[in-house]
């Protein structure tokens, strides 16, 4: 078979421009250099006739105008199987946890259209994560999608970790989970894994990075290689799989630095053109099937905390449970820091979570909701000055608030205090005794970071006297 060479024309950072005289490569084809071969770049669109864009992979600092390429004809693999739980390996599938070489049963390509092979699946069930705040007011799905959104720092990787070991490390196997690190740091990697050893859940686990020192083909690779690997174990192996990707936004944003490499014309506002059509391709193949389920936890950084930023906007109509992060909770010492009335959850409905779960849910969000029109009147003139029934709303609601707060597994290292798991039932049960006053006279402080109710001091009593 003949050779089909290309000549590099171009240089623009990690973005090659390379000129095809004769039979020109097919999007996605990975070419290879002639003269050395640690070289490759993936095609990605064309500049012009005869001419494209291609993402250099490795080796991009001795690319050199002029030089040779050979296009393989063949897009970027990624190994799957099994053999991949339990270890951390880059988006070649090379391993960088120190533990020797990868055993995989087969090579697959990263992008992958299933056409019309995909059956989905229509069974409506909640994934438990034990975390009170979310499985009572944004009940994960089976299946479904949830974005953790917040800005720098306040939780949305912890966060992310605890329900990877809640829902994987509870599941006796029959779930799996594959975590997509884009574009963040390594030292957080490194503490990932280190928090998933501890716990017991790497066993079930597969992580994949491309990390903030990467170049933004890379980090925009990663991703795909990743979603590759769940699709594996969802079609192959018969097994659910929990996904995860921290952070989103660093897969938009390094869309957005390649777009500009390329000269490509942003939208309006300053992102690339095509990044409703990227986050559409990669969630899209994040599907439930008749055998298996994909259940996607995603972490997005907010940029300045404005949830109005068009990456973050791209990713909301994907998704059935919005999970915000507040700046203003977590400074109040509240973890996890989630602004409970800026969250919401289209699981949330009789029909799927039972009329109870819904009724407390909904009558718990108002009297949030009422002790927040308070907060300027209690700021100005002190709580005393409220009528009675507003004091009581009040009350509760900062009850219900400290109820929330929760010890965290991955966390123990840190806090030196137990992390703990708590069931729905108890979590609806406590939340609705609180509603209906039971432990109004039980100070507010003790609330903060328990479990259950039960697992304060005479909180029977208080019942008792209440009732």
Do not use: W
């Not at 894994?193 to 686990?205: R, V």
């Not at 390094?254 to 969630?283: K, R």
């Not at 109870?356 to 108002?366: D, G, M, P, Q, S």
């Amino acid at each position: 078979m003949k050779k089909n060479f290309g000549k590099i024309i171009g240089i623009k950072g990690n973005i090659a421009e390379v000129e095809f005289i004769g039979n020109l490569p097919a999007i996605n084809d990975i070419l290879i250099s002639e003269s050395d071969p640690r070289i490759k770049m993936q095609v990605y669109v064309s500049s012009r006739q005869g001419s494209f864009y291609c993402f250099v992979l490795g080796g991009y600092r001795d690319v050199v105008r002029g030089m040779r390429v050979i296009n393989s004809g063949k897009p970027i693999v990624f190994p799957v199987g099994k053999g991949l739980l339990g270890r951390v390996v880059n988006l070649f599938g090379n391993p960088i946890d120190g533990k020797g070489q990868i055993k995989f049963d087969s090579l697959e390509p990263i992008y992958y259209d299933y056409g019309s092979k995909i059956n989905p699946i229509s069974e409506i069930s909640i994934l438990q994560t034990g975390i009170k705040v979310i499985d009572m007011f944004c009940p994960l799905m089976k299946g479904g999608k949830m974005g953790l959104f917040g800005g720098a720092g306040v939780g949305k990787t912890m966060l992310l970790t605890e329900i990877l070991h809640n829902v994987v490390g509870t599941s006796e196997g029959k779930s799996v989970s594959v975590f997509a690190g884009v574009g963040e740091r390594s030292r957080e990697g490194l503490e990932l894994y280190e928090a998933l050893q501890k716990t017991n859940s790497m066993h079930l686990s597969s992580l994949i990075f491309g990390t903030m020192g990467e170049n933004p083909a890379i980090r925009f690779l990663t991703a795909y290689a990743s979603v590759r690997l769940a699709e594996y174990f969802r079609d192959v192996t018969k097994n659910d799989v929990l996904f995860f990707i921290d952070n989103l936004f660093r897969f938009a944003q390094a869309g957005n630095e390649l777009s500009t490499l390329m000269n490509i014309i942003p939208s309006e506002d300053g992102y690339q053109a095509t990044l409703e059509s990227e986050m559409g391709l990669f969630h899209e193949r994040l599907t439930s099937t008749d055998t298996a389920h994909i259940t996607s936890i995603e972490a997005i950084y907010v940029p300045s905390d404005d949830l109005l930023d068009y990456s973050v906007q791209s990713v909301f109509p994907y998704l059935e449970s919005i999970v915000v992060l507040s700046r203003n909770v977590y400074q109040q010492g509240l973890v996890p820091a989630i602004d409970i009335l800026a969250s919401s959850s289209g699981s949330l409905n009789p029909q799927t979570v039972g009329e109870f779960h819904y009724e407390v849910a909904i009558n718990a969000r108002n009297i949030l909701k009422r002790a927040e029109s308070l907060d300027r009147i209690v700021s100005l003139v002190g709580e005393s000055e409220l009528s009675k029934e507003d004091q009581i709303t009040y009350k509760r609601a900062r009850r219900i608030k400290y109820y929330m707060t929760q010890n965290f597994f991955v966390a123990e290292a840190q806090k030196e205090q137990k992390g703990s798991y708590v069931p729905l039932e108890t979590t609806i049960k406590d939340v609705n005794s609180i509603i209906m006053g039971k432990y109004d006279k039980i100070p507010e402080d003790q609330f903060l970071y328990i479990g259950g109710i039960s697992d304060i001091k005479d909180a029977d009593q208080a019942a008792y006297t209440n009732n």
